[in-house]
Structures are given as C-alpha cells and as structure tokens.
C-alpha cells in the first residue's frame, strides 16, 4: 500500500519518496514532509513560534503559538489569518471572501483518478493508488477535495483538486492553485526555464529571495516565455547528487508559478491556473477541476529527477500508437519551400528524400484556402488547387509510391480576416464589442469555448484526414491570445474565458486523436510556444522551436531536457546559413543536435552536394540505429550549454552495455588541450570499447577519468562517442 493512515497522518510512499500530511487537532491540514523515506513521523520537526502579527484561530483559545501563519499547510487557503500566497480564494454570495478549511474525511483507492475535461496522469490499478482529502470550509457549505496519486514505482506523487459548492448560492472562485506545499527547512534554489520565440527554455537558476517571486503566462497558451515547470534544488544540488523536487503542471494555457520565502525563512510553492486572467462561477451543486499538477523528488541530483519525469511522461502521459514506439524520420517543407510551392516541388523534396532514407513527407504551411502568405487564408481548411491541382489524395498516393508516408500541417484555433470563415462568421473570432482586435501575425483566434466553433473545425478538419492518406499531423498555434470574449457567454463571466479555451481546445484535441487512432499527432505552437504535458497528452511530441540553428538548439534542448523526455521533441537538420541566425554549423554538427530527439529534415535536399546526400544517408541509418538506444536510454547532460564552451550529452542503455557520447565543442581554440568529460551512469566494472576503434577501457575510468573529446578545428564541432560492452 503507497498511502497508509495512523493517528491522523498521512503516508504517501514510494519507491525512495515519502510525502506527509497530518489533520491536526484543529482539523487543520498541515504539510509535514517531502522528501526520502525516513520511515518517521516527521511532526517532531514542527515548531510553533509565537510571532508578533501572526494571529490565532478563534478555537486555539488563548494559545498564541498556533498560527495559520506560521505553520506548513497543505492547500493554503485566504482570508483567514494566512498571509502569505494562497492556493485558493473564493467570494461567497455575501461578498465576504475568507475560506477556513477543516478536514472532513478521505478515501483511500487502487488506481489514479482522472479528471473531467483535463489531461491527467493515467495508472492502472497495479500501478497507483489515489488518495482523497475533503475539507469544508467552516462557516460555509463549500468543499475542497485533495486528490493525489501515488505512482510507487516511479516515484511520483499528482496532486489536483476539487471545489464544491453544495450551497443555495453561486460563489465567484478569484484563484484556483493545483497545488501549495510549504517547505519549513531548506535553503532553496529556483530553477526554471524562461525565454522568447525561437529562444525557449533556457534554464535559470537562481537562490530565492524574501517576498514573493513567480512566473507565467497570462497568453492563452503556455507561452515561450516561461514554462509551467520549475526545480526547488538544495544548495549544492548537482546533475548527479543532491536534494532536488520538481513540479509540472499539466496545462496548456494561462498558468502561474508562485515562490514565497517569508519572514521566517520558510518556503511555500503555488501553481496553476494565473489568477489575473481567471475567475469562475460556481453554482449551488457544481464542482470546478484544477488542473493537475506532477510532483517528484530525488536525493540523488537533477538528472534523476529528470529521468523520473521522462518516465512517468512516456509510459502515463503520452497515449496511442506513437506512445513508446520509433518515430518516422520526417522532411518538412517549411524552410525548403516557406508559401512557394507547387506538387512538383513538394514530390521533389520527397523523392530524393525517399532515396536517402526519409520515411516521411510533410507539408507544411500553404496548401490550403487562398494561402498564399501569412495573411491569408486560415480557417478555410481544403486545398488550395492552385498549387496543388491534383488534390492531397493524388499528392499522398504519389509520395506513398516512394514508400513514404504523407503529413500535414494545420492551425484549427486561428483565422484571418481574409478567409471565407471569417467573412460567413465574424462572431466566431476572439474580438471584444465595440474595440478592435489585436491582430498577430496578422491573424485572429477562434471562440473555442463554443460548441458548433469546435464542431465546425472537427468537421473540416476530418474531411481533410478522410480525403487523403494523411497519417501525421502537425497542430500549430501561432499567436498568444487577447481581446477575450465571447458571444456564448454571459458579460459577467467573460473572465472565464482563457480557461474555457483551454477545455474547449482539449475536448478537440480528444475528439480528433481519439477518431484517428492511426494518426501522429505533433503539437507546435511557433515552436515551443506550447510545450507542456498537456499537450503532451494528445501529441506525443511536439516541435520544440522554431529555431533550427543547432547551436542555440543545444542550449534549448538542455532546458527542454529537465522535464520532458527525448522522444517528445521535434528536432530538424535544416539548411545553412540558418534561416533564424545567420549562423553556418556543419551538417555533422547539425545532425547530432537533431538526433537528441524525435528527428527529421527541414530543407531541401535536393540542394546538397552528392557527398552531403551520402552523409545524409549514413546519419539516418545511423539515427535508425541509435533511436532506441536515444528513446529508451537513460539521458544525461554531461556538461551546461550555459556554463562551457561544450554542450555533451550521452544516452545509456538500461542494461548499461550500450553509451552514445554526442553533442557540440562551440569554438576553437589554438595550443589547447583537449576537452575530458567524465561519463556517467555505466557499470564501474564492465570494459567498453569505443566502436570500430581498439580503444577499450573500464567503466570506472571512463566516469572517473571520462574520455578526450576529439581535437576541435573549426567552429561548432559535433561529438559522437559510440561505446558498447567489451566482452573478450
Ligand atoms: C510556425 C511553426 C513553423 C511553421 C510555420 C508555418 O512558426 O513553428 O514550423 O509551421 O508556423 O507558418
């Protein structure tokens, strides 16, 4: 059993993990640990100060040491006494707005809970066991129900929870956290992930200050800004070893994380739905579902802690066909081609891409209504005939004939001005009365909140899946999203909007993968704009940014590496001089980049020299080779992007008999010695061999020593060390 129950504690255990909670004798739900099993009862650790300005509950009577203010609590709630940052908030019918939580009773189950509307974690009954705390507020009849779920083997623990109003009145609910956890003891540094289009995910780590930090996104979408991750790690915690929790919110729109270091050096974590762009009604009898939040912990530094999200990501969140299976080697049109293109082009670019190992053509922006730039055109989902005059059918069974399969691109949630959607329903795009919309690149967004908004793109979107063998799509997403209203929705609940998005974009994602079981679905949202587990629910990968120089993707791979795992991202060999940046890499060193994730072409080949076809063709062997080894292996990044003039990285196979050393040297230099990076994760007594080289050495020199990077000659060097077990 991962939860057990003795004296009014709570046990949540896993492999190496245990998570306390106690309901004191006030009813109080207090937070007591995360962190190692200690096999303890971890209250011995409470203190109960009396601090000045830190009231007490009525029921304490004349004791002055108990505070709300003062103590760790489990789902902080406002308005009574609490001042630091709350999980919840509520307005009830007399306007009056504080919420006093008390335990009321929990239920233990085999199994995860799931969540009406919302990706969540999904675990069978072998695999998990859920845990539900109610709690009513006293004055009241309104609930809040904690639910967690404890995966033991992964050493993950969900949290998410339920508001219940069982009143005669509706309440306004102003701020709905996932989760709160309070961490008495510690000296914590924040890491998250921050950046900007074509920049995602560049990692930040900073030591907390007092008052309150956050980040988040009020766009709609997740953002490139900032990503709904972070890391609280010890001081002194490293990739290998070290104290670190992390937490990923499983959400696709506007999101908040809050830290708070208060008066007594203390730390408490929210995050969520962002309350600025947030707030719901909640009628007599109706429940409201946060999104869930995935928790782990590690003793033993980053690089565990991402493994076990990478786990729990593939094997409990990712769904279909795809899940765990190799993904095709795609050539994308994008950069090849941007709006200029004709069927001959795109059988072009497949046709010398089938010679050379490619298993998928996608066509990218432009097929479709009257697109002939980025400002026309979207919401007009069927083919464009001036360029494609055979249709998609004629153009997929043509590159079927190659032996490859046909994609597509799409982006349902948005509209131009000039498109016949919009022109027959101008009430469907985003725009408040009586103000003009801001437009992004050039275009406007779709009410996804109503009905027959979805149905109208469920159906032209089929139409299109049925009329051609289509078996990837890509879901792109261009723009963040303003001037929130809609027509379907009452003035006073306007501001429910970015969240009713968000359901209603999931009940079509769940609509539309759930009909085309065969389909690849990959997110996009100008690359990496919304890259989340949300997402990653219905797209098992998602294509990580926009910028293909292999350089800057070293260091947003990095980021996107704490969290999400390999396989999820889409990464691409694209032409040179990089479209984004100028830069020139070398296509070796632009391979290797590309490997460390779900990998494929962005250019056209046709443009290459014939020796650069035939390293083509060797690399996409070579990938077909690895991609278990990268997929299934364990991932380390052996040296920061950030911090070194080298960017390595290494996959181990689980059986530790198998090491693919790649990544980047940035710059040369003359008269230096050559880069050692030490190796981790191998079996200390078996011997590798460096493949088709007599170079054989010990696991344990290989961490310990590590290995010489070769010489660097010239800017932007691949690595790639390929080590298997030695056996005489
Ligand atoms: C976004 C995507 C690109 C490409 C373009 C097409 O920017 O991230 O990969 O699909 O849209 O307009």
């Avoid at 009954?125 to 009241?140: N, V, Y």
């Avoid at 181990?652 to 790649?662: A, H, P």
């Amino acid at each position: 059993m991962a939860v057990k129950v003795e004296n009014n504690i709570f046990y949540l255990e896993t492999q190496h993990t245990m998570y306390q909670i106690r309901a004191d004798e006030y009813g109080t739900l207090l937070h007591l640990w995360y962190g190692a099993k200690t096999g303890e009862n971890m209250e011995y650790l409470l203190d109960y100060p009396d601090v000045g300005f830190s009231g007490n509950p009525y029921e304490a009577g004349s004791c002055r040491t108990y505070s709300l203010n003062t103590l760790p609590l489990e789902y902080a709630a406002a308005g009574v006494g609490d001042y630091r940052i709350s999980a919840v908030s509520v307005t009830h019918a007399d306007g009056s707005t504080a919420l006093d939580l008390k335990y009321l009773h929990h239920k233990i189950t085999r199994g995860k809970y799931s969540i009406p509307g919302l990706p969540a974690v999904y675990a069978d009954e072998k695999e998990a066991e859920t845990l539900e705390i109610t709690l009513k507020d006293t004055a009241k009849p309104i609930y809040v129900i904690l639910k967690y779920g404890i995966l033991e083997e992964l050493d993950i623990i969900t949290r998410s929870a339920v508001i219940f109003n069982e009143g005669t009145k509706p309440i306004t609910i102003n701020r709905a956290h996932s989760f709160s956890m309070d961490l008495p003891y510690g000296k914590w540094d924040w890491m998250h992930f921050y950046g900007r289009h074509a920049m995602e995910q560049q990692a930040e780590r900073v030591g907390l200050l007092h008052g309150i930090q956050e980040n988040g996104s009020t766009r709609g979408n997740s953002s490139h800004q900032h990503n709904p991750s972070m890391l609280l790690c010890e001081k002194g915690c490293t990739e290998a070893s070290g104290f670190c929790i992390g937490a990923l919110l499983m959400y696709s729109g506007c999101f908040q994380t809050q830290l708070e270091l208060d008066q007594l050096d203390q730390t408490r974590v929210v995050m969520g739905i962002h309350p600025d762009t947030f707030s719901w009604q909640l009628k007599e009898g109706e429940s409201f579902y946060t999104p869930e939040v995935i928790l782990s912990c590690t003793t033993h530094g980053m690089e565990q802690l991402s493994w076990n999200f990478h786990r729990i990501i593939r094997e409990h969140v990712c769904r279909g066909k795809y899940k765990l299976a190799r993904r095709p080697v795609l050539i994308n049109n994008w950069e090849a081609t941007y709006f200029d293109f004709n069927e001959e082009k795109i059988w072009n670019i497949a046709k010398e891409a089938s010679k050379l190992g490619v298993d998928m053509m996608v066509l990218d922006d432009g097929w479709f209504g009257k697109r002939e730039s980025d400002t026309s055109g979207l919401g007009d989902w069927y083919v464009n005939e001036r360029k494609l005059n055979g249709g998609l059918g004629k153009l997929a069974e043509r590159i079927n004939g190659l032996g490859m399969k046909f994609g597509l691109w799409f982006e349902p949630e948005m509209v131009s001005e000039d498109s016949n959607l919009y022109r027959e329903h101008p009430d469907w795009a985003l725009q408040i009365p009586g103000r003009a919309p801001v437009r992004s690149r050039g275009q406007l967004v779709l009410d996804l909140t109503r009905q027959e908004v979805r149905d109208y793109l469920y159906q032209s979107v089929s139409q299109v899946l049925d009329s051609a063998n289509i078996e990837y799509v890509k879901w792109d997403m261009n723009r963040s999203i303003s001037d929130w209203y809609s027509h379907a929705l009452p003035d006073s609940r306007q501001k429910e909007m970015p969240h009713r998005y968000v359901l209603g974009l999931y009940e079509l994602l769940e609509r539309l993968t759930s009909a085309y079981p065969n389909i690849l679905f990959e997110g996009c949202c100008g690359g990496g704009g919304r890259f989340d587990a949300g997402i990653l629910y219905y797209c098992p990968q998602i294509w990580c940014s926009d910028d293909t120089d292999a350089y800057e993707r070293t260091k947003i791979q990095y980021g996107t590496s704490f969290f999400y795992p390999i396989s999820a991202v889409g990464s691409h060999v694209s032409a040179v001089p990089n479209h984004q940046t100028g830069r020139v890499t070398p296509l070796s060193a632009r391979t290797v980049t590309a490997m460390a994730g779900s990998f494929g072409y962005e250019l056209d080949l046709n443009q290459l020299s014939d020796k650069e076809k035939k390293e083509v063709a060797e690399d996409i062997r070579r990938f077909k080779q690895y991609a278990p080894l990268i997929h299934n292996g364990r991932y380390y990044r052996l040296s920061s992007p950030f911090q070194n003039n080298i960017a390595v990285w290494s996959f181990v196979s689980k059986d530790q008999t198998e090491v693919l050393v790649q990544g980047m040297i940035f710059f040369t230099e003359a008269n230096r010695l050559r880069s050692i990076v030490r190796l981790r994760g191998l079996d200390r007594q078996k011997q590798y061999q460096l493949v088709e080289t007599n170079f054989v050495c010990n696991g344990q020199a290989l961490m310990e020593g590590g290995v010489l990077l070769p010489k660097a000659w010239g800017d932007y060097m691949p690595v790639e060390l390929h080590f298997q077990e030695y056996t005489k």
